[in-house]
């Protein structure tokens, strides 16, 4: 983990492999998803998360429960987006962002598990084949695999709900 007040240069290499990564936007269904969390080892399973909905004031009421099971002695996880510095500041472990480190080894373990995906799919060189670029990095596998190793007693993170 990092300090709140360095700022991320160490993982342009890592947030480049990200940006890079093609944004396909929505196809229905998990199929993609699952099959890449079971590679990851399902860490979402082994974490108690609260997601916070709403139309507005998410981001408030995500920081203030961060606050109060900090205080309370929980190690506690934080999605937050979009950044307004740095990159890192997405995701959150006890006040600290993720390290440049830890931002560039999880992306790695992550980038691994879905060229399986692509490569065991009927559909290798389709869209269809793996899934989003939000789902992988910022959503699930990525901060879902981070705060899991890293032995998280609560994560918190807003959630949208689109209408259609």
Not at 23 to 40: P, W, Y
Not at 65 to 73: A, F
Not at 94 to 108: F, H, V, W
Not at 115 to 121: I, N, V
């Amino acid at each position: 983990m990092t300090n709140k007040k360095v700022y991320a240069d160490g993982a342009a290499g890592a947030i480049g492999k990200i940006h890079a990564f093609e944004k396909f936007g929505s196809i229905l269904g998990l199929e993609r998803m699952n099959e890449l969390m079971a590679l990851l080892g399902n860490p979402q399973d082994k974490l108690k998360v609260l997601h916070v909905a709403g139309t507005n004031g998410k981001g408030s009421v995500c920081r203030y429960l961060y606050s109060v099971l900090q205080e309370n002695g929980y190690r506690t996880g934080l999605y937050t987006s979009p950044f307004l510095e740095v990159f890192n500041e997405r995701i959150e472990l006890d006040g600290a962002y993720i390290s440049d480190a830890d931002l560039t080894e999880y992306t790695d373990r992550v980038l691994k598990q879905v060229q399986r995906t692509q490569a065991s799919s009927p559909r290798r060189n389709s869209r269809s084949s793996q899934p989003s670029r939000s789902c992988i990095f910022t959503k699930k596998g990525l901060t879902m695999s981070f705060w899991r190793w890293d032995s998280a007693d609560a994560v918190i993170r807003p959630m949208s709900v689109k209408r259609r």
